[in-house]
């Protein structure tokens, strides 16, 4: 269906019926739909970075801030309970940043898994505030003290995170410059980006230098780039087109509707529906919630199959 007669009266009657991702199947806007089973944990390919992972990853950030989240906050044996059980599932993707502070946590726990078999992601903050220290030392610094607090030899993704300016790929020429070097070095496998504004993602799109991005989408509006669901999809899909990896993520808005079980489902079939989503992390609490949202990424993958 083409979007160009896009409203929100109709937008809000097929989130009712659960059809809402036909609205962005637009030829003129996307590639081919990826072919996909039914199964919620098979391994998806992230553009043309090289990396594989799991259809649904694990986000360590959950009200995350000054290295501390919803993990580092409750008991330490929870958490490592909740990280533990997401791979025992299936979950091949882990998804840290420095800012998230979860780094201790996926070192226990990576003791416990075949590393070769993950994709380990994490991403260094440049900009004010967001960590304890004020200085922003070079990507080759902030890597090895990742590598050192994982307890491993490389990080398959290493990404430059919440960027919102139009200007980021100026502002961060050198760091991105430095993690191009580490990774022909086989340090980092793949770089790219965690956008927080339409203009920082417009921009990625335009970056030869992006392998992978993170981008921020629901059906609602809610925690993203922009409110209109449409105007984010127009620049996703120009993402995948150019062969980037997208990771999806605020899928509940950031938790606003968690409690919401029609809009979670909605947003699954809406994100998995659009075709140019590669893969998305859920920020899960609890081994009760992996459950649940591999069981609701099966539905939506099947009433998708049939149509």
Not at 119 to 136: A, D, F, M, N, Y
Not at 195 to 205: I, Q
Not at 257 to 273: C, T
Request: glycine share 8%.
């Amino acid at each position: 269906m083409n979007t160009s007669g896009f409203n929100r009266r109709k937008f809000v009657t097929a989130l009712s019926l659960g059809t809402a991702h036909l609205l962005f199947n637009n030829p003129l806007l996307a590639s081919d739909k990826p072919m996909r089973s039914n199964d919620p944990l098979q391994r998806i390919k992230l553009g043309q970075s090289g990396l594989e992972a799991s259809l649904i990853g694990i986000g360590t950030g959950v009200h995350a801030g000054g290295r501390t989240s919803f993990l580092t906050r409750q008991d330490k044996c929870k958490s490592l309970g909740v990280i533990e059980h997401a791979y025992e599932r299936g979950i091949r993707f882990f998804d840290c940043a420095d800012s998230y502070g979860t780094h201790p946590l996926m070192k226990e726990t990576l003791e416990k898994m075949d590393r070769d078999k993950i994709t380990l992601c994490s991403k260094i903050w440049v900009r004010p505030g967001g960590i304890p220290e004020p200085e922003r030392p070079d990507a080759d610094q902030v890597v090895d003290r990742f590598r050192k607090e994982l307890n491993t030899d490389y990080l398959d993704m290493v990404q430059i995170h919440c960027m919102v300016d139009s200007d980021w790929t100026d502002t961060q020429k050198r760091q991105m410059d430095i993690l191009q070097k580490l990774k022909e070095k086989g340090v980092v496998r793949a770089h790219g980006v965690s956008v927080h504004s339409l203009d920082a993602m417009k921009r990625a799109a335009a970056s030869d230098w992006v392998d992978i991005v993170h981008v921020r989408i629901n059906p609602y509006g809610i925690a993203m780039d922009k409110p209109d669901p449409e105007e984010v999809v127009q620049v996703i899909k120009q993402l995948h087109a150019s062969g980037k990896g997208v990771v999806g993520m605020k899928l509940i808005g950031n938790g606003e509707y968690r409690n919401d079980s029609e809009k979670i489902d909605h947003a699954l079939k809406f994100v998995l529906g659009l075709g140019c989503v590669d893969m998305m992390i859920v920020g899960f609490e609890t081994t009760d919630q992996i459950d649940n949202y591999i069981d609701r990424t099966q539905n939506a993958l099947t009433d998708l199959a049939n149509g």
